[in-house]
């Protein structure tokens, strides 16, 4: 007699699945508490938290919207190596209208989302055709090249950048601002991921072929999710750059680019709440090492490489199972 | 079958390197007819389904399709057409389950607006659409993620893939090929049913005997070129024929 783990929905999962379940408080709760709980903890941690740390919780709304694009991205079939391209697009342009013709971030905000989205989705729009690795290799060459331009150039401040540049409010503001913007992104995008759109954006990964053969061009689609990606990059750039009132060359850094790829390998790709809950552990983890100096990066890497080999699902598809799911022995005649 | 010609191809050449992988070819479907294509392995017969649907651009020749010149026009739009193909290698999506499949080519702009609103409930006509080719329905099969279908399964998926854009004309490359003879007996009378609709089917078919007992007419190739053309019992009677097909039979 051999024994094996087996997993088995847990019961509670089974009977909220339909509208039974709005008849029970408890299984009310079980649906609700992991969409609600993040929401509420989140708010109440930066609003009680230090002014420091309030600030490290903004940038990593920031971050963690970053990755959600990536995953949004990847979804699609596009594998991005630079994020910094839609982060720094987006800085530059909310810079630049702030420094140049002085509007304000109510306004520099949502025309930098749309401008950058459009902006980058404009540039890679020739890249599109290309498969796999090639569009990789151009989404991570390309903000790395504007960097030099931008120094070479000297436009826009250049490497001394444009400072003095108009603040969001207060900082209480700032992290309201940070925090509805990501759960948006979040829950919106989870939604879109949901519906027949969505199911067709799968496709395209999984086999574009048959996706061309239903009559479908791929390549509108495409574009469409990488303007869409490219908008909640371009945010993020535009955000941070009013909360630093600065923006420069290092937005376009590779830092931008590696954060939301290890994001997502920490919290597990396709469900977008995983790369979110990714830089969530991630992001304050960087600046919680940032005493050690030296060491600081090595500690770093072993954390992440531990995470990813010893949870290579993802943390969030294993808090999801353990949620909906148990484990036990179940024995096997062989 | 009528005489008011569909698809028209003249001429259609393409070579991959030095290889003519179609050379030449010509040939006319007529509305609601069954056009059978057979020919030996690497006979270009996949390639000929590829260059009447746009996913391969001919050398040289046309595609007409109700006298329109549609050579050189991306997948996309020959599919738009009316013109659907199935894969010979199938192409499931592999991560969905086998009914939402079906969503994706149900989202297809051909007949986006007649199931369902935009975001309409498109699974209830997928599941239709399966049962159509011999899925049961309620069973667990169609639930079932795509990666771990039976073949057979993932042949009668895309056919139900063609099926769901409502075309005019349904390519169907080697649809019978891995099927065992029960399940090719159970997709007879779905083709037939199409026949009755009014569609028209090139079928390439390796199974000569499942084959001729629906096709109106075959055309043969045997290197990229076609050697015969006309009714089932006859073209096999051809000396070249039954050349082509020794030929390889002696070579396997
Ligand atoms: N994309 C390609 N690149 C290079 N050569 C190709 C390509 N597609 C087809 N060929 C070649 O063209 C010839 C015809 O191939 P094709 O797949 O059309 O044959 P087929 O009749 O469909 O064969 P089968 O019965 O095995 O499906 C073969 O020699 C093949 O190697
Ligand atoms: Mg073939």
């Known amino acids: 007699m051999a024994r094996r783990r087996e997993r088995v929905d847990r019961g509670i999962k089974v009977r909220s699945e339909d509208v039974y379940a709005l008849t029970s408080w408890r299984e009310m709760l079980y649906l609700a508490a992991p969409r609600v709980l993040p929401v509420v903890a989140l708010f109440v941690l930066g609003m009680t938290a230090s ?4 600030r490290v919780l ?3 709304c920031m971050f963690a919207m970053l990755a959600i694009s990536w995953d949004v991205l990847n979804s699609a079939g596009m594998v991005s190596l630079g994020q910094a391209l839609f982060f720094g697009m987006g800085a530059y342009i909310a810079g630049t209208l702030n420094h140049y013709l002085g509007l304000g971030p109510w306004l520099t905000l949502p025309l930098a989302t749309l401008g950058g989205g459009l902006v980058c989705t404009l540039v890679l729009l020739p890249v599109l055709r290309l498969r796999g690795i090639y569009f990789a290799m151009v989404t991570l060459i390309l903000p790395l090249m504007i960097e030099r331009v931008i120094e070479a150039t000297k436009i826009f401040g250049g490497t001394e950048g444009l400072s003095g540049l108009t603040p969001l409010g207060s900082e209480h503001v700032q992290f309201l601002v940070a925090l509805v913007a990501v759960w948006v992104a979040l829950y919106g995008f989870r939604r879109m991921m949901g519906t027949d759109y969505g199911l067709l954006l799968k496709g395209i990964k999984d086999n574009d072929r048959a996706v061309m053969s239903a009559g479908i061009n791929i390549y509108w689609y495409k574009a469409q999710a990488l303007f869409l990606a490219s908008a909640v990059g371009a945010f993020a750039g535009a955000f941070m750059t009013h909360a630093y009132q600065f923006v420069g060359m290092p937005v376009f850094a590779l830092d931008y680019s590696i954060m939301p790829i290890a994001s997502v390998a920490v919290g597990g790709m396709g469900t977008l709440a995983g790369p979110m809950l990714g830089s969530f552990i991630l992001v304050p983890l960087s600046e919680l090492l940032r005493g050690l100096g030296g060491l600081r990066t090595v500690i770093y890497a072993v954390i992440l490489v531990a995470c990813t080999v010893g949870l290579p699902e993802g943390v969030f ?3 999801a199972r ?13 | 079958m009528s005489s008011e010609v569909i698809l028209e191809a003249l001429g259609l050449s393409r070579s991959f390197g030095g290889v003519k992988a179609v050379d030449e070819v010509s040939f006319t479907l007529h509305k609601n007819e069954v056009l059978g294509v057979i020919g030996p392995n690497g006979s270009g017969k996949t390639t000929l389904v590829n260059l009447l649907t746009g996913f391969v651009k001919p050398n040289q020749g046309q595609v007409l399709y109700q006298g329109r010149d549609i050579t050189g026009w991306p997948p996309y739009k020959v599919a738009q057409l009316g013109i659907a193909r199935s894969f010979q290698m199938v192409k499931p999506f592999y991560q969905l389950p086998a009914f939402k499949n079906l969503n994706v080519a149900l989202y297809s702009p051909r007949v986006r607006g007649l199931v369902g609103g935009r975001y309409g409930d498109r699974d209830a006509v997928a599941k239709d659409l399966l049962e159509e080719v011999g899925f049961e329905r309620d069973s667990w099969v169609i639930n079932q993620q795509a990666a771990s279908l039976p073949h057979g399964y993932l042949k009668r998926l895309e056919l139900a893939k063609c099926m769901a854009l409502r075309p005019e004309v349904l390519v169907l490359d080697e649809l019978f090929s891995g099927l065992s003879l029960a399940e090719v007996a159970s997709l007879v009378p779905v083709i037939e049913k ?10 390439i078919e390796h199974r ?4 001729f007992r629906i096709a109106d007419r075959v055309i043969v190739l045997n290197f990229g070129r076609k050697i015969a053309e006309g009714e089932p019992a006859v073209v096999m009677e051809d000396p070249q024929v039954k050349g082509a097909y020794l030929g390889t039979e002696a070579e396997g």
């Open chain 1, 322 to 334: 353990k949620y909906t799911q148990f484990e036990r022995w179940a024995e096997v005649d062989k």
């Open chain 2, 194 to 203: 199409l026949v009755a609709q009014g569609k028209t089917l090139l079928m």
């Open chain 1, 58 to 60: 903004v940038s990593t």
């Open chain 2, 208 to 211: 000569l005997k499942e084959l």
């Open chain 1, 317 to 319: 598809h294993y808090l």
């Open chain 1, 51 to 54: 002014v420091y740390w309030e």
